[in-house]
């Protein structure tokens, strides 16, 4: 099955949606200022934040022709898979009215929004859920057994790794494939910190599809040199000195500001898709930082601005 919405509008040209969308990115880049300066809205709430990214998803996806939505899909599902997580997370606590909010504007198919809205608990949402994306994911079934093992973390990780080691097998656009790419190579970087830094060894949390080999990734965990991770880091984002990390969150940060400038540079080429991949990931780092305010609204600047994603 298609693990997206099906839309009949035949959407616009390239050229039409590039110039809408450049007006969309200043809006956004104004809406930020204005936070920083006025902070964040009564109400706030990470559901609301998830669902105006979502508001502007389907803006989005609904303005691409067929085209642009096939080659982006990949994309689109990468980044819902947290609203399946979140409307899991708010089943577990018995938020209804929250789970509708967030299936009013989610790409996802109806299929999968069904399964999330009338499934009676979380156990059998996911067992349903792995069922229904059989077809398209079938690498999925260890989800159900990191479910039952590690709760809702751990399955939002295997799911998070099934997907990511499944699109590294599909062929892509250039420029999305080293998206991808490089968001399994962050992610890996980060997998290595935390098992070293907590004295974990877990080899098959790391996810295959990115420029570093497994293998490696592999050695350098059974080194057990705590600060092996950092020439990795410094691979994955060219920096000649990565910053020290007195968190997660903060080496986090560094590593998805690096992300961030990248895709900003491949926004600049002529092809639409690199312009239109940025304006997708600006919107996630917009509702990350968001989050980051909303959770931690005590936290002082100079350690606030270590957690936001520039």
């Given amino acids: 099955m298609n693990l997206l919405c099906d839309i009949e509008s035949p959407g616009f040209p390239n050229d039409y949606l590039v110039t809408r969308i450049k007006g969309r990115r200043a809006a956004l880049i104004a809406k930020w200022k204005a936070v920083r300066k006025q902070g964040l809205a009564p109400g706030t709430s990470d559901e609301r934040i998830w669902e105006a990214l979502l508001n502007e998803f389907e803006w989005l996806y609904l303005q691409m022709n067929r085209t642009l939505r096939e080659c982006f899909a990949s994309v689109f599902v990468l980044l819902e898979l947290k609203t399946i997580v979140l409307c899991l997370r708010n089943k577990e606590a018995g938020r209804v009215t929250?789970?509708?909010?967030?299936?009013?504007?989610?790409?996802?198919?109806?299929?999968?929004?069904?399964?999330?809205?009338?499934?009676?608990?979380?156990?059998?949402?996911?067992?349903?859920?792995?069922?229904?994306?059989?077809?398209?994911?079938?690498?999925?079934?260890?989800?159900?057994?990191?479910?039952?093992?590690?709760?809702?973390?751990?399955?939002?990780?295997?799911?998070?790794?099934?997907?990511?080691?499944?699109?590294?097998?599909?062929?892509?656009?250039?420029?999305?494939?080293?998206?991808?790419?490089?968001?399994?190579?962050?992610?890996?970087?980060?997998?290595?910190?935390?098992?070293?830094?907590?004295?974990?060894?877990?080899?098959?949390?790391?996810?295959?599809?990115?420029?570093?080999?497994?293998?490696?990734?592999?050695?350098?965990?059974?080194?057990?040199?705590?600060?092996?991770?950092?020439?990795?880091?410094?691979?994955?984002?060219?920096?000649?000195?990565?910053?020290?990390?007195?968190?997660?969150?903060?080496?986090?940060?560094?590593?998805l500001t690096s992300l961030t400038q990248r895709l900003r540079q491949i926004g600049c080429q002529k092809d639409g898709v690199g312009l239109i991949l940025d304006y997708i990931w600006r919107i996630y780092v917009h509702a990350r930082n968001l989050a980051v305010l909303y959770h931690a609204p005590d936290l002082g600047e100079a350690t606030l601005e270590r957690e936001l994603i520039a």
């Fill in 98 to 255: 929250e789970i509708d909010t967030l299936l009013t504007h989610t790409l996802l198919a109806d299929p999968l929004r069904q399964v999330l809205r009338d499934q009676p608990d979380v156990r059998s949402s996911i067992s349903t859920l792995i069922e229904t994306m059989s077809g398209a994911l079938p690498s999925l079934r260890e989800v159900a057994t990191a479910y039952t093992d590690h709760g809702l973390r751990g399955f939002e990780d295997s799911l998070m790794r099934g997907y990511l080691e499944h699109t590294a097998r599909t062929q892509l656009h250039p420029f999305i494939q080293q998206f991808l790419r490089a968001f399994v190579d962050l992610r890996n970087v980060m997998i290595l910190y935390k098992q070293l830094r907590w004295g974990v060894e877990d080899a098959g949390a790391f996810i295959e599809g990115g420029t570093f080999e497994v293998s490696r990734l592999v050695q350098l965990l059974a080194s057990k040199e705590p600060n092996s991770w950092q020439k990795l880091a410094k691979e994955a984002t060219a920096l000649k000195v990565v910053p020290a990390a007195a968190s997660e969150g903060a080496l986090e940060t560094v590593l």
